[in-house]
């Protein structure tokens, strides 16, 4: 069976500030998303929270970039908003550049990642969301997962997986994409992948099969807006067992905290710090960031599940050295590398500084 999976998230308002969801627009999406389901467009449906995400987790048969299903989490957006307003939620319809719908969310603010995929006779997938960073963040854990053998055994002992991936990997900055096949081309990827504040993996296949493996959203709404409206939180979508790397395999390069960038007013470095569902709000100097998975079966493209796969004391290793790594980065106040260089801030007074003392640079 041919099953689209569409995650489609935005924030639409915050509770409190930026760090949490209201239940009120849970609600509101739910009763939308019900109503979508009794009338045939969706086979199934979940609405979850990431931080001040709302994140449409959709499953139909209608292909990817439908404008359907797009209009209607655009709609959902839009009924969240006004419930914001009226509950004057904190940045009530952020992520929303238009109010005006036009065929596609992409490019309207909110975050999307979609697979059109052929249901295996089992297919556990992962859902990834984060927040308070940006795509660029799931560069590392994929390469980890798709290309690094001290990762994934699979790579190494597992018929299925020794062919290797091929990365998409888009240049958010010149609007350009390019295909990388690990493990040929490792030294060559890593090149761009390390470079994540520019470049992020769209996409992963199998080389032996052909099939997607991974997709994420690599919207960036400072790019869409040219001005500072909001993060642009990731989502992705990974495939897990067969051909594909296990769930612990997928699930391990979270074992250990990286530093991604995006953390208080989309200006500081920060760990990425794993957690179960209920401890994604984060509030300590609005950060700092989270990521939660969550793990689905697919049963003719109804969802089974979630399951919360960080609710793991396993995970808690990772948890304590976030923590660490946290209140290391905080020392450093406003220097880098936990501000984030000049030119890279989501928020900046540097122009009103330059104006106000530019004369007073003298030459060396
Ligand atoms: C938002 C975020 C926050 C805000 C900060 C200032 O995703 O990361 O750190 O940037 O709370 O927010 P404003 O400018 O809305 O007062
Ligand atoms: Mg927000
Ligand atoms: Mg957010």
Redesign the pocket.
């Known amino acids: 069976m041919t099953v689209t999976l569409s995650v489609i998230k935005a924030?639409i308002g915050?509770y409190v500030?930026?760090s949490s969801m209201h239940p009120a627009l849970v609600e509101k999406a739910q009763e939308m998303l019900e109503k979508a389901k009794g009338r045939k467009l969706l086979i199934d449906y979940r609405v979850m929270a990431c931080?001040?995400d709302l994140q449409l987790i959709m499953t139909h048969s209608r292909g990817e970039e439908n404008s359907e299903v797009h209009k209607l989490a655009f709609d959902i957006f839009m009924a969240g908003t006004e419930e914001a307003k009226r509950l004057k939620l904190?940045?009530a319809g952020?992520d929303l550049l238009s109010e005006a719908f036009s065929g596609n969310v992409k490019g309207m603010g909110p975050g999307v990642a979609e697979m059109e995929i052929q249901e295996r006779p089992s297919e556990p997938i992962i859902i990834f969301m984060a927040?308070?960073t940006s795509a660029g963040a799931w560069n590392l854990p994929l390469y980890k997962m798709f290309a690094d053998p001290f990762n994934t055994a699979g790579l190494v002992i597992a018929e299925s997986l020794h062919r290797g991936f091929a990365f998409e990997i888009h240049d958010v900055r010149t609007h350009r994409k390019i295909t990388l096949n690990a493990p040929d081309e490792i030294y060559d990827m890593l090149m761009f992948l390390g470079a994540p504040s520019r470049h992020a993996v769209k996409k992963v296949f199998s080389r032996a099969s052909g099939e997607i493996a991974a997709v994420s959203s690599t919207e960036r709404l400072t790019e869409v807006a040219g001005r500072y409206v909001?993060?642009d939180?990731p989502v992705m979508i990974v495939r897990c067992q067969g051909n594909f790397p296990a769930v612990g395999e997928v699930l391990e390069p979270f074992a250990h905290p990286f530093i991604v960038e995006?953390?208080?007013?989309?200006s500081h470095h920060g760990p990425l710090m794993t957690t179960s569902f209920k401890d994604a709000n984060p509030s300590r100097f609005?950060?700092p960031p989270r990521v939660i998975a969550a793990g689905f079966q697919l049963a003719n493209g109804t969802l089974v599940g979630p399951r919360d796969m960080f609710d793991d004391p396993a995970f808690d290793q990772a948890r304590d050295e976030a923590n660490t790594l946290a209140s290391m980065l905080r020392r450093h106040g406003p220097f880098e590398p936990h501000r984030l260089p000049l030119d890279e801030m989501?928020?900046t007074t540097m122009a009103g500084i330059m104006k106000k003392l530019g004369t007073r640079w003298e030459p060396l």
Do not use: P
């Open positions: 924030d915050g500030g930026h931080g001040d904190y940045g952020q927040d308070k909001g993060k939180d995006g953390w208080m007013r989309g609005d950060g989501e928020y």
